[in-house]
């Protein structure tokens, strides 16, 4: 099954934008690809006015898309009474009436995304560069530190036992790709013992949270001119109720470590970056959180990626994606669990 943008009704969209939202302008709509994956499509709408941008689900969609849609616009919409940078959500519909497919209106984000290169002066090593990682991690506690039952999202997730469900969790993601992918599985060296480690230094969780579950440099927008600040974490699609400092681990295990990790990548290169200890330290200062499980954090936060994104493999060997990123994310997921085992070994 191959995955395009969908058939957007144009005639239909203009319509609904001159009756909902006047405010983007009245020329016609100018649709600008940004984006897109396995669940969704994303487009810069401009019309003459204030650009937005447009999420509609990949074609054909998916079940599990249009949720994952739905969570994102109630997230967002919640969001905006919280001082957690993020896209403000100008309109959500499940349903295909308004426009012809589901989709969701944001706000468009002037900002670079923190994976892709960057301007100066934050192009080359030096303070201005290293204050991104800080910002990035005060957005983070920022998020943390949200009162969800506050904001409408105490039925968000299911905190309980939270921690203690996460390795199953991903181990059955990985064995259901044998069935949603007809995927025979591979060998992943470290796996099991990584999944062995988790089991045996699960922390007791200190606070439940609003968690992203998914904030890194490939997820955070940040303002074009120094000082470094955070204009926007985007891709709300997988966020939940669990433990905050899991966001702290995703966002800091591909930089340096002061025991192992370079923080080089074949897909990213930070190592010039504030190592994850130190970045830990400047977050238990802003949360009041000990952080000294953060190997745990780490290590999980390597562990559920790799199973996530182990998708690609089944579909380059199925010969559903051909392109080099796949060949290139299917080798760094063994990377991945490789650098996750070296964290466990180094942390005893």
Not at 166 to 173: G, N, S, Y
Not at 227 to 247: K, N
Not at 273 to 290: C, F, I, N, V, W
Not at 310 to 322: I, K, L, P, Q, T
Request: glycine share 8%; proline share 7%; net charge negative.
């Amino acid at each position: 099954m191959s995955t395009t943008a969908p058939p957007l009704d144009l005639p239909k969209l203009t319509a609904w934008l001159d009756a909902r939202h006047p405010e983007l302008g009245r020329e016609p709509v100018v649709l600008e690809r940004l984006s897109g994956g396995s669940s969704s499509s994303v487009f810069k709408l401009t019309r003459g006015a204030m650009p937005a941008v447009l999420r509609v689900p990949a074609w054909p969609p998916r079940a599990d898309s249009l949720k994952a849609m739905g969570r994102e616009a109630r997230v967002l919409s919640a969001l905006a009474s919280t001082a957690v940078p993020h896209p403000r959500l100008l309109d959500y519909s499940g349903e295909s009436d308004a426009i012809g497919v589901p989709f969701m209106l944001m706000s468009f984000v002037d900002g670079w995304l923190g994976s892709m290169q960057a301007p100066a002066p934050f192009d080359r090593p030096g303070p201005d560069r290293a204050a991104l990682a800080y910002a990035m991690i005060d957005a983070v506690a920022e998020l943390g530190q949200v009162d969800y039952k506050a904001i409408g999202l105490e039925d968000f997730g299911k905190p309980e036992q939270f921690l203690e469900r996460q390795v199953d969790r991903w181990l059955k993601h990985i064995d259901s790709l044998r069935i949603t992918e007809n995927h025979p599985g591979r060998d992943i060296p470290g796996l099991h013992e990584v999944a062995a480690w988790l089991r045996a230094n699960t922390p007791k969780m200190q606070r439940v949270s609003l968690i992203h579950s998914d904030v890194s440099f490939a997820n955070v927008m940040f303002h074009h001119t120094a000082p470094a600040r955070v204009a926007a974490i985007i891709d709300w699609e997988i966020a939940t109720l669990g433990d905050p400092l899991l966001d702290l681990g995703r966002a800091v295990f591909p930089l340096p470590g002061k025991k192992v990790g370079s923080g080089k990548s074949r897909l990213l290169d930070f190592s010039d970056l504030p190592t994850r200890e130190d970045l830990a330290q400047h977050y238990a200062k802003r949360t009041g959180l000990d952080v000294s499980h953060l190997d745990y954090y780490v290590v999980l936060s390597m562990f559920k990626l790799g199973a996530i994104i182990e998708f690609n493999y089944a579909r380059m060997v199925n010969g559903r994606d051909s392109s080099g990123m796949a060949a290139e994310i299917s080798e760094y997921i063994l990377e991945l669990f490789l650098e996750a085992k070296a964290v466990t070994e180094s942390a005893g």
